[in-house]
């Protein structure tokens, strides 16, 4: 044994080490929690223990997480889980100084429907309860009926979004459209389950708009490459360009998918997340079903969240997804994918039922989600036409206001030498601009390049979801710092 | 563009359907959710709607889902989430009238140690204070510090095996070393990544005991196949088996891992599931840091949850690994997979820091937890005993009395005309006679074929989790069915 052992070749190297670990994962790239928000961590902890005194606050403009910058929760929706958590105090007759008759209620109900509580593993799926929630709303959103077969609740989207993807991707021909810029899950998830990334890119001189003629390009590029192009990925209101598609562009895409056998995974999580007069969002499957039978054949994955619009809930990780045109054998295969996580956090699967399911005209708890709702989306809206008002005030920085979402993608200018100086340094240069902002002006937002950029173009990404005051505060830090950076390499 | 669109080959043929998704998906197996639990589901939902009237209710034996089957959840960690769900209420002054002194306490150093309450993403390894409180915990069983740095906290142990699996797995040519039986979850992921599963089979001789012997066997037989093995899954104490390692046989399997340089995936889920008197639990890696420098380039992750144990919170998806002996490199790779996730569900972060830092003794809540506690563990105990007792009491059942964890693994000897009627039906005998099972006696267990098992022998898995007269009813119906089955096929 012992001779034998000795003569493979592969045996003394094994031992995990970076160079023999899966490629995939190295090669997995996720900005948004990367480098440097590490070092903004790291910075933000020694301002806490006084280490560090030049800034109050890092400013955090990373992430799409507002409950971390100041927003704060619904209050019927922590009332009901409140109590859900622990029923007994149900039975206690103090619990009615505690808390409303409608919040008690709901709170019954869920303890009820759930029939073993929440720390029972639910179905796959999801509670039956909140399953049925969420084709209510989707009904009452898109005025038609949705399949209690086709819903599955999640722990936040993106655990829905790996399982589709991971359910069609066989192999590295099999290729994935995705816009560029992007929100880098996709790109991570695509190199994590070996498939390929085709990028579209979208037009930033009209507003981050989708064309057509660039998909099209993009497929039959992709082709020539022998590539079986599968799906594309669209993301309304965008991540990270806050742009909202309209629903003529929207049939187009739709007419594209089929022309081109392709499904259309909508990440529609910021479908609350809508700020210009007049504007509203309407669903890719809206739109899809409105095109009558004749557009049947064309497969739709759609994804939502408790993280975003008004709830803010990332910690609590709900989420769900529907799957519309897909035959009952491959929803099977997805459904034993969900099988083998067991379910999705049942806290996370109540905060979806009440997002989709919210108090109603009447109850006693009605009035104050309204007024919350509409406070935090009004102060979403103020800080989106503030901040473009302020990013836009500094030299060389250029955005659009954003029409939805949490961010905005504005294009820095950057002087040659500093281009040079980033290239001698072998960093990018939108990487290195970015920590000159978090390390001198306090303020973390994400280079362009974790989220795609036409080349020789640099970005960043900043959410609108710190106060008023931080965010201005820490625009014109940004501004002080960038001048003097256009001076020093000019 | 038309025409060559046509000409294209795989395009008509692109639209989702079984045969053009993931294989890998579609060959992944994990029978705990299977076809039988649907039907049971289904038989559950008749019998509730008063559609089905020959059982009172479906005994459900297929999981490690405690909560659904009766036990109730600790009153400590649900009063302390209950308020960190609603931290408003920490300031009213009628809370104290409904909750201890130590559960507000514990809730006020959440909410402030969380910073942001439990609606912002944490970041991706979990709160600061709960790796902390792993770390102190896992110390505190081993004798040895624990780094920070290597602990992670996830969504059910699952979502850390998935995302260490993930990291190992480069292709098919790698192997892991998986135990026959064994729990599905790793076959499952094993065929999802791509990679090679190398059976080792425990003693059913020798009360499913684990020898180096077939270790080495079953290692020597894969390198002759060019596989590469990379690690080892050691379940302890055992599922589907109940099997409790010794220490001696420990530090077999240590030494072997370092022979063969084979990482150790030691699942620990059951930990504090042993019912044997003066058998105790040790930790893989006590055993490992006990034996010295000497083993110090072994490799070792080790997982545990909050679903299991004494606690059965499932649905809270709570669990963490540890890595030992892991270097940093790979470690920020595990990292950053860690970060595409954003993070674990946080209030299954807080039973997780619950389930480490339990109430201490003089605190108002020690009492009642640690009654609650002994309550729960002395029940499992009990219904581990009578369930053997029972089960062998069937002709032709044969299974002996578990050590740990939650399952019984007994052998069930068929007659041959039922493995051949069994045959032409095109079902796995075990799986029909779950069927009849089910169908018959009202009880849901899973085939052993879902756990693997020595070919031509038969097996089920059953849970002791149902109350103890559920269960013994259960036994005698499933008695009479089975006694049915043998004359009927004799």
Not at 28 to 34: D, F, H, K, L, S
Not at 119 to 125: D, K, P, R
Not at 131 to 140: C, L, M, P, W
Request: include cysteine; charged fraction near 25%.
């Amino acid at each position: 044994m012992k001779l034998w052992k000795n003569s493979h070749p592969s045996l003394e190297l094994n031992n995990l080490n970076i160079e023999n670990i899966n490629q995939r994962v190295r090669d997995a790239q996720y900005a948004v929690r990367g480098e440097l928000v590490t070092i903004a961590d790291q910075m933000q902890k020694d301002i806490n223990s006084g280490k560090r005194t030049d800034f109050e606050k890092i400013v955090f403009c990373n992430i799409g997480n507002p409950h971390a910058v100041g927003q704060k929760p619904i209050t019927f929706i922590r009332q009901v889980l409140s109590l859900v958590e622990y029923p007994e105090i149900l039975n206690n007759p103090n619990v009615h100084l505690l808390y409303p008759e409608d919040v008690i209620e709901r709170a019954r109900e869920y303890v009820e429907g759930s029939k073993h509580g929440i720390g029972a593993y639910s179905n796959s799926q999801g509670f039956d309860f909140a399953v049925k929630d969420v084709a209510n709303f989707i009904e009452a959103r898109d005025g038609y009926k949705a399949d209690l077969n086709n819903i599955f609740l999640t722990n936040g989207a993106s655990e829905g979004i790996q399982m589709f993807l991971n359910t069609i991707i066989r192999n590295n021909m099999d290729g994935v459209l995705l816009p560029i810029p992007q929100y880098p899950l996709y790109s991570a998830l695509l190199t994590l389950l070996g498939g390929t990334k085709i990028n579209y890119y979208l037009d930033e001189s009209k507003g981050w708009g989708l064309s057509v003629e660039e998909l099209n390009d993009a497929v039959a590029k992709a082709r020539m490459r022998n590539i079986n192009v599968r799906c594309i990925v669209v993301i309304n209101p965008g991540n990270p360009t806050g742009k909202c598609l309209d629903v003529e562009n929207m049939k187009e895409i739709i007419k594209f998918c089929q022309r081109e056998n392709l499904v259309l995974i909508a990440d529609e999580v910021y479908q609350e997340n809508v700020y210009v007069e007049g504007m509203k969002f309407t669903s890719f499957r809206k739109v899809l079903l409105d095109m009558g039978e004749e557009y049947n054949n064309v497969q739709l994955f759609s994804c939502h969240s408790v993280s975003k619009g008004f709830l803010g809930e990332c910690g609590q990780r709900g989420g769900y997804f529907e799957i519309i045109n897909i035959n009952g054998e491959v929803r099977d295969q997805i459904y034993k994918l969900a099988c083998t996580r067991l379910c999705p956090n049942t806290l996370g699967q109540l905060v979806v039922s009440m997002m989709t399911r919210p108090p109603k005209k009447g109850e006693p708890s009605f009035e104050l989600y309204e007024k919350e709702k509409n406070t935090i989306l009004n102060q979403l809206k103020e800080r989106s036409l503030m901040l473009t008002k302020e990013l836009n005030s500094i030299p060389g920085i250029i955005c659009e206001r954003p029409q939805g979402a949490m961010y905005i993608f504005p294009k820095v200018e950057l002087p040659i030498k500093f281009i040079e100086e980033a290239e001698r340094m072998g960093k990018k240069p939108d990487f290195l601009w970015a920590k000159h902002m978090l390390e001198e002006a306090g303020v973390c937002v994400i280079p362009g390049s974790g989220f795609g950029q036409k080349p020789g173009t640099y970005h960043f990404r900043t959410t609108f979801l710190a106060d008023q005051d931080s965010l201005r505060d820490a625009v014109q830090r940004m501004k002080i710092v960038h001048e003097r950076l256009l001076k020093e390499y000019s």
